[in-house]
């Protein structure tokens, strides 16, 4: 617990993971910078001379890298982070990765070089993203109109990511360690589907939808070019079946089991995500 009245930055601060990380902290009294474009100062990934003013004087950063660690380039953004955030002074590093992408499995590598105390809380995919993110839509519509079969995914509550990377970014013993993160259980979207429809008390079901029609889609609805690479690659590389498979991250982590999908979806339903 060593300095801790210096801030903590949390790039993504304003993000469904980031914005947890900084309430948790700021439970415990704890100081946080938000790392966002509307920040005091301002971080911008598009913008390296952001960076440095960011971080100066935090002791520690959350890195929720924006669009995804995927991308081209990312890798390289997070070595250059890393660089910047030691020359200032800012040694504990944890990074928000992603399970099953070769890219981010770079960044890491990146990160472990650079000489940081680092953790890496490598997860699957958000359950959030039904409630909070682009899913939403398709949860207020009646169908999951996507790309997907019956490849299984175990689902990530991200109050368990945000409780994970406050124990790293406050406690020494998590420094070096690399935690995969996931649900307790596999579901497919189908089975995700009937338990938020369920707990919504809405009629849901997946809608199978080619690769080629669902990229056309978001194309017709104005998506860039870019995004719609990344979405195509995280429902046909990413979700290929080897994310098919749970962790004990959570347990390892902060020893207790990781939340289940249901009670998430229970949540999220009682909280109005799905009106
Ligand atoms: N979603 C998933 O299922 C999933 C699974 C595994 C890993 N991940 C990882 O999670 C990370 C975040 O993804 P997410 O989907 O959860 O998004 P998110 O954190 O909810 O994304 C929004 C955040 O990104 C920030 N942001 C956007 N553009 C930015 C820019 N140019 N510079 C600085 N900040 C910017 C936003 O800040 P402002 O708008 O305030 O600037 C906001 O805080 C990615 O690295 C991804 O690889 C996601």
Not at 170 to 190: K, V
Request: with cysteine; hydrophobic share 45%.
């Amino acid at each position: 617990m060593a300095g801790m009245t210096s801030p903590t930055l949390i790039i993504g601060g304003t993000g469904k993971t980031g914005r947890r990380v900084a309430a948790r902290l700021q439970e415990r009294c704890l100081p946080v910078r938000i790392g966002s474009r509307d920040g005091t100062p301002p971080f911008d990934w598009e913008d390296r001379a952001t960076w440095a003013p960011a971080l100066q004087g935090t002791r520690a950063a959350y890195i929720a890298f924006y669009p995804d660690l995927a991308v081209p380039g990312a890798p390289e953004a997070i070595a250059e982070l890393a660089r910047v955030a030691l020359a200032g002074g800012t040694r504990r590093l944890v990074l928000l990765s992603g399970r099953g992408e070769e890219e981010a499995e770079r960044a890491e590598r990146e990160l472990i070089a650079s000489g940081a105390e680092w953790t890496i809380v490598r997860c699957s995919w958000f359950s959030q993203n039904f409630s909070e993110e682009y899913l939403r839509d398709h949860v207020m519509a009646g169908q999951l109109a996507l790309p997907v079969g019956d490849v299984p995914e175990p689902f990530v509550d991200v109050e368990d990511i945000a409780d994970v990377a406050v124990a790293a970014l406050t406690d020494d013993r998590h420094i070096g360690e690399l935690y995969e993160l996931t649900g307790p259980r596999l579901l497919t979207f189908a089975d995700a589907a009937a338990e938020i429809g369920e707990a919504a008390g809405r009629t849901l079901r997946v809608a199978p939808v080619s690769e080629q029609d669902f990229a056309a889609g978001l194309a017709h609805d104005g998506v860039p070019g870019d995004v719609i690479s990344l979405m195509r690659y995280l429902f046909s590389v990413v979700l290929d079946g080897r994310n098919a498979s749970v962790t004990d991250g959570v347990q390892r982590a902060l020893g207790r089991p990781a939340r289940d999908f249901r009670a998430y979806a229970a949540r999220a339903a009682a909280a109005g995500a799905w009106r």
